[in-house]
Every structure is written in C-alpha cells, then in structure tokens.
C-alpha cells in the first residue's frame, strides 16, 4: 500500500525543521539541514520498502557514520545532542507514514527543546539550588518508588489505617511545600505563599495548613505570609462545598447558602487582611539555599493524623448509635467534602430533610476545622497557631451564628 504524498512531505518537513535548527545552532556540525531532511525521508522510504529490518539498517548505517564523524571532530565538538537527534530523525520519518500528526508533533516538541538550550542552562546551573534538586529527587522517589509499593487496604488496629492513603498525605504535604516554594522564588516571599495556599487549598487544605505551618517554622520572615496562605487555603473548603451540594442536592445548598457565605466570606477576609500586610512587609531578603519542604514536618502531620483516625476507629463503636451528626462529624475528620456529599445524598433520597442536614454537614465541617488546627499545631509555630486557628474559629463561628440567625438549627 502506497503511502501518501502527505505522509512523505510530512517526513520532510520533520528533517527540514530538526535540521534548521541544528543548522543555525551548531553551524559548521557534522550534519547541517540537508543531512536532516534526507536522513527523514531515508526513514519514510526505508520503512516503505522494507519495514522495520530496513529501517534497523538504515538507522545502524548512519549511527557507523554518525560515529566516524564524531571521532574525526570529538576535540572539536564534544557534545552529542545533535548526533543523537540525527539518530531520532530516520525514525520520525518512518513514523510519519503512519502517524503523521504524531510525528509531526514529536519534531515540533524536539525542536523546542534543543532551542531552549540557553534557558534551560542558565536554569540548571544559575537558578536551582543543590537543596532544590535534593528536594525534588526526594519528591520524586516518594510519589514513584514508595507511593506505589504500600498495600492500598485497611491495617492495623480496629482497620482504621491505610498505608496507601497516608503516605498519599504525605505526599501532598511536600508537593504543597514545593509548590509553595516554587511561588516563593517566582513571586516573592510576601505574595508566592499566599497564592500557593489558596491553590493548594483545592489539592487539601488540611495538609495545605500542616505546610505552610511548616515554611513559618524554617523561616521566620514568611510567619505572615504563610498566616495568609494557610488561611485562604480554608476557603477552597467552602467554595468545593458549594460544588458539591450542588451536584449531589441543590435542595441542602439552598439551605446551607447563608452558612457557607458566612464563613467563606470571613475566611476570605481574615486572609485577605493577612496577605495585605505581607504585601507591605519588608522586601524579600536575598536569594538562600533553603530547603523546599520538610519531609520530617510531613512524616509529623501524617502520624498525628493515623492517630486521630485510630482513636476514631476505637470510639465509634460507642457511639455509633448517635445519629447522623455523629457519623458526618466523624467523616468530617477524613474528608469534610465526603461526609456532606453522604449527608446530602439522603436529602436527595427524600430519607431527611434539607434543614435537618445542616447540623451534620456543619458537625462534619467544624471537625474538620480542628483538623486543620491539630495539622497547624503539629507543624507551625505557636503565632502561626494563634494567627491560624484564630481565623479558621472565626469564619466556623459566622457558619454557625448564621445557621442560628436563619432558623435553621
């Protein structure tokens, strides 16, 4: 079956970009723009001809000459980028016949990353830290390595544990502190934390408030700015909560709407006042080698967390009796979003009413509130506990007063 012209122009196109680029990167290298194209279409008709065993002896034969050429010229030119990069155009080529838009994609990809040889340069050797590359391999081995190897199922006493979903905890922790820091260098100490919570606050805001205790705690000089990030971190609390009830009964949101306006709005405000005064703090000091996250802050807020959880475990069953207050107050310590969605889903049964699930869902959300102030306890320092626990009691209190004020409790 004849390939497409298109398919060919394709092959070529992908040489002459890849070439072009190498062209004016490297000048006088041991392949220019002509090598490139005609290496492309080598590949298309290779792979037309005779398949992949053609194509294999067409890539081995310009590897032998690419080999020759490097070792004539190796005092001269001691990278391999664009010989490897001649190795990838034959099999792009070859790739065109079938999958033209993929190939092509791939060539464009390609191209831009050897263009951003300076940039990415001047990031490696100029920009990141020895801590940061530290942090991010640290990163890496526990969210692919270990993350991956914990048995996901219930262990230990009462079954209260999963090992799979803590370490996804502490997961979060560090990828919330490298956020954190990333916004940190780009944007400043006084406006990259507060950012960065409230973002991260959609991710977890219990784990979002342990973080940002954290970064208070290693530098001083950020206790308002992190105050501000672990803060509006709490309003993706209520703006997810909104979503839900939404999605699951409309009916228990009409009702929980002077409730979750109150206390957002609060929440809003407290952190709002918090990132205005580190907007008018001093100017960040210079550039440190600081760490982006700490694993042993992360290793704390997890195990205090198992151990909420098994104490849990130990005391439903003397309580389980107690009705559905209880039981979402109890869910609220896990996953407040979880426990109103359940809560709201027997509304939506028509098995209770939509006044009757204001306290469970208002029980689920204030656990998960001293959630957040045991995460902050365990991680920040006693002003960022204070400023912290100050305004996330505030804004459960205005929940609350509403509730009262509407009648609905």
């Known amino acids: 079956m004849q390939a497409p012209t298109i398919n060919y122009l394709t092959a070529l196109g992908i040489g002459l970009l890849l070439g072009l680029e190498r062209e004016r990167s490297q000048g006088g290298g041991p392949a220019g723009l002509r090598t490139f194209a005609l290496a492309s279409v080598l590949g298309a008709v290779a792979m037309q001809l005779g398949g992949v065993v053609l194509l294999g002896v067409a890539v081995a034969t310009i590897a032998v000459l690419l080999g020759i050429a490097y070792w004539r010229t190796r005092s001269r030119d001691p990278g391999l980028t664009t010989e490897v990069t001649l190795l990838l155009v034959p099999l792009l080529g070859a790739l065109a016949l079938a999958r033209p838009l993929l190939a092509g ?3 464009v990809i390609v191209a831009t990353l050897l263009a951003a040889k300076p940039g990415l340069h ?14 991010g391999l640290l990163l890496a081995v526990a969210t692919v390595v270990i993350w991956p190897l914990l048995p996901d199922r219930t262990v ?6 999963n090992p799979h979903t803590l370490w996804l905890v502490v997961i979060l922790v560090l990828a919330i502190g490298a956020a954190g820091h990333v916004a940190t260098r780009v944007l400043g100490k006084r406006y990259g934390l507060p950012v960065s919570g409230l973002a ?3 991710v977890s805001s219990v784990a979002t408030t342990g973080a940002m205790g954290s970064k208070a705690k290693a530098d001083p000089s950020t206790l308002t ?15 997810q909560m909104v979503v839900v009830l939404a999605a699951v ?17 609060v929440i809003a405000a407290y952190g709002a006042v918090y990132m205005w005064r580190a907007a008018r703090s001093a100017p960040d000091a210079a550039l440190s080698d600081e760490r982006a996250f700490s694993l042993g802050a992360a290793l704390l807020l997890t195990l205090g967390m198992a151990a909420i959880l098994l104490l849990t475990a130990a005391a439903q069953p003397y309580f389980g009796g107690a009705g559905v207050a209880l039981g979402a107050a109890l869910g609220g310590i896990v996953d407040t979003h979880a426990a109103a969605m359940s809560v709201a889903s027997l509304v939506a049964a028509g098995k209770l009413t939509a006044t009757a699930a204001v306290v469970p869902i208002l029980c689920a959300m ?5 959630m957040k102030v045991a995460m902050a306890t365990a991680a920040g320092t006693g002003a960022y506990i204070a400023r912290v626990g100050a305004g996330i009691a505030l804004s ?4 609350w007063a509403a509730a009262l004020i509407t009648g609905a409790i």
Do not use: C
Request: proline share 4%.
């Open 122 to 135: 001047r990031f490696v050797r100029g920009t990141l830290t020895d801590a940061e590359v530290s942090d």
């Open 105 to 107: 994609g791939i060539a």
């Open 396 to 399: 459960m209190a205005a929940a």
């Open 156 to 161: 230990g006493p009462f079954g209260a544990l």
């Open 200 to 202: 991260s606050g959609f």
């Open 249 to 265: 009964s409309p009916a228990t949101l009409r009702t929980m709407a002077p409730m979750l306006a109150a206390g957002g709005a």
């Open 366 to 370: 204030s656990v998960n509130a001293v």
């Open 225 to 239: 700015a992190a105050v501000a990030g672990g803060t509006l971190s709490s309003v993706a609390t209520f703006v």
